[in-house]
Structure formats: C-alpha cells, structure tokens
C-alpha cells in the first residue's frame, strides 16, 4: 500500500464544500471519482480540513492510499487534471508520503484570508471573489479590534449552530489587515477554526468599520460567548464565494 499527498487549488462557486455529500457536487467527490477512475482501483481522499458551500482554495492538503505506486508523477497531473479543470479544479503538485501522514492531523497551520472591495462601484474581472462593500471601512479600528482576537480564547460567539468541534477554546496565531487599492484583505492563522468561525469574525469587523459597533462593543459581543445569531445569518448569505483555504502544509 502506498500513501500520497496531493496539493489542490479550486474555484468553489459551483461546489456544496469539500466534503461529500448525498446531493450536490463536492470537490471530494469529484477528486476521489476522477483519481479512481485514473489508477483503476477505488480510492479515498481525506483533506485538510472541510470548507463550506462556494469557498476557493489555493493549495489545500489531501491524502490517499492505493495498492499501485504511482511512478510518473508528470504523467499523473497532466492525466489527471486533463479531466478536472474543466469545473475549476487542479491537482499542482502530489507527493510520496509515509503512512504516519495524514493530511488533517499533520497539517500544523490553517490560513483564511477574506477579501474586501471596498468602494462604490461593484467588481466585475474580480467578481465572485471578493465582498464588495460601498462604505467606506475605517481600517484603524478594525485593526484593533482584529487584535483582540489574536491568543487563545473561547470563540463560542463566532461558532455556527450546528459546529460540532469538542471545545470553542482556540488560538488563533494571527490576524492581519491590509488594505491595496480599495481592496481590503483578512488574512487568519491557526492550527483549526471551529465552523464558520471566520466569516462571523469578519462579519464583526465590518460592523467596526462601517462604525455601526464601538470598539467596546465589540469586545462585549467577544465576551458573550453566545452565538450572533442574527449576523451570522445574515453573513452566510454575503460570503459564499470569498473565502480562501490556504493550508501551509509541513508532512513527514
């Protein structure tokens, strides 16, 4: 038996998310669908992490096991890429790897960056890949109060209902703002996120920009550790197609 790594790259407009699913395309699917059918034997690909429905992804891990060893890796993503990138998805680069590997337990950091157009008129070379936002973002307070979440915390107040992670004690390593050309860019590091953890997070960020929410009540809402319903609910809508999985990926 033989266990490799591979890197995937993906637009996921056109996905319900990584994981497989009884209904709808996943980007699991159709990887283990594609990868069996190429090495003639049936294959299971464990990932990194799950993303939700319409979130891209620049080098997410994955792993698989198969009886036959892959001797061409040249051959295998031009074979196997000739029949995925068609719907927006590419193998970059596969790995031999030892079988203490494993793609979600190995990986060490977890980098989302969301990214913010902010300004008047809406993107178009850039659409789906941003939250266009037409007021303007003070990016002085939102820095502070990205730095109240930086170190380990209970995130109970920016976990979905429905996360089923054992404890909403994190520690996120990094949150950092930076701003281009009306382009405003959220990048988050940590080990693991607890689910749609981030997106509520820059959710709140926003309300501090646009100055609906004081700094203070920032930090309240922080504190609470109940769940924002309201503005989850009204976030889930808005950021389908911004995030980005990055996952910096450091195997045996």
């Known amino acids: ?95 031999k790897k030892n079988m203490n590997f494993h793609a979600r337990f190995s990986a060490r950091t977890r980098i989302y960056k969301y990214i913010i157009i902010n300004r008047l008129g809406g993107p178009v070379l850039e ?15 939102m820095k502070k109060g990205a730095k109240k979440l930086v170190g380990t915390k209970d995130f109970s107040t920016f976990r979905a ?27 988050f590091r940590s080990q693991s996120f607890l689910q749609q953890q981030v997106r509520s997070m820059v959710g709140c960020l926003k309300y501090l920009g646009e100055k609906k929410w004081s700094l203070k009540k920032f930090e309240d809402v922080m504190k609470s550790k109940k769940e924002f319903y309201a503005l989850h609910q009204r976030l889930h809508k808005v950021f389908f197609y911004i995030e980005l999985f990055i996952n910096f990926f450091f195997g045996y």
């Open 127 to 141: 659409k789906d890949r941003g939250w266009h936002v037409m007021k303007e973002l003070d990016l002085a307070v």
């Open 161 to 187: 209902s429905s996360c089923r992670a054992k404890s909403p004690i994190k520690t996120l390593k990094l949150v950092k703002i930076k701003s281009s050309k009306n382009k405003i860019e959220i990048e």
């Open 1 to 95: 038996m033989f266990r490799y790594q591979i890197l995937v790259e993906y637009v996921g407009t056109n996905f319900r998310g990584w994981q497989v699913q009884k209904k709808g395309k996943t980007i699991q699917g159709l990887l283990q669908e594609k990868i069996s059918k190429l090495l003639k034997e049936k294959i299971i690909l464990l990932g990194s992490g799950r993303t939700d429905t319409g979130v891209h992804a620049i080098e997410q891990s994955a792993h698989f096991d198969c009886i036959n060893q892959i001797k061409e890796f040249g051959r295998f993503l031009k074979s196997i890429n000739h029949f995925l990138n068609k719907d927006g998805v590419t193998v970059l680069n596969i790995k």
